[in-house]
């Protein structure tokens, strides 16, 4: 079966830096994306893996080891807003998107 | 503004009702989509519209019903639902289906209570 496991609820303070992990098994794989989504709102676009490495966008980062079948997600310099749910996807041999839980991300000051 | 236009953001419906939820993306998008989220679970796929054709996941019930008058509008009826169908419907598209950096773009959603 196809599983995407990230966990399930983090806590950070303000100004500090967080690790997401998320880890994957599925029928092949075209891409991985993050997605954040605000309590009671859509998920918006955050970043695409489909090679591995690191990809860097302002104070977001992703990674990707397509080996381990393992990325993370970086965010720096945490704000009170980055308070949120950040869901990782993976994109099958089939095209079709499968979704992990989501990990709560909880911000302190 | 929102690119992807979603109406109504909040209904409430008795089981008995006909109601739709309308979706309307403006970015030219080949593809578009129906998702059903539950509080604190991941998007589940309900039906996805490319290229002309429908697709629907065979255990989304036949209560709703999905309704693509041209390229850029798809709609979701509404019928005899279950209060277990309560829950943020949200309609996505994307430039096209089947290609790997297929990125969503989401609507605003429409929270359903069904009474």
């Known amino acids: 079966g196809q ?107 | 503004d929102t690119e992807v236009t979603q109406t109504p953001k909040h209904l409430v419906m008795g089981m008995t009702n006909k109601k739709s939820l309308k979706c309307e993306q403006h970015m030219g998008h080949r593809a578009m989509y129906w998702y059903k989220q539950k509080a604190k679970k991941p998007p589940e796929l309900m039906f996805v519209y490319s290229y002309e054709k429908l697709s629907i996941n065979e255990s989304v019930p036949s209560r709703f019903s999905p309704e693509c008058p041209n390229s850029s509008l798809l709609n979701l009826h509404l019928h005899a639902l279950q209060p277990e169908d309560s829950a943020l419907y949200l309609c996505a598209s994307s430039q096209e289906q089947g290609s790997g950096a297929n990125v969503l773009t989401f609507g605003a959603g429409s929270r359903l209570t069904v009474l």
């Open chain 1, 3 to 109: 599983n995407i496991d990230q966990p399930t609820e983090m806590t950070a303070t303000e100004g500090a830096i967080v690790q997401i992990n998320c880890t994957y098994q599925t029928s092949g794989f075209n891409g991985l994306f993050w997605y954040q989504q605000h309590a009671g709102e859509a998920p918006t676009f955050l970043s695409y893996n489909v090679l591995d490495g690191l990809e860097e966008k302002g104070r977001f980062s992703s990674f990707l080891s397509r080996s381990k079948g393992y990325s993370y997600l970086l965010l720096k310099e945490l704000q009170m807003k980055d308070s949120a749910s950040y869901l990782c996807a993976v994109m099958d041999s089939n095209y079709q998107l499968i979704w992990g839980a989501g990990t709560k991300l909880i911000i302190k000051p």
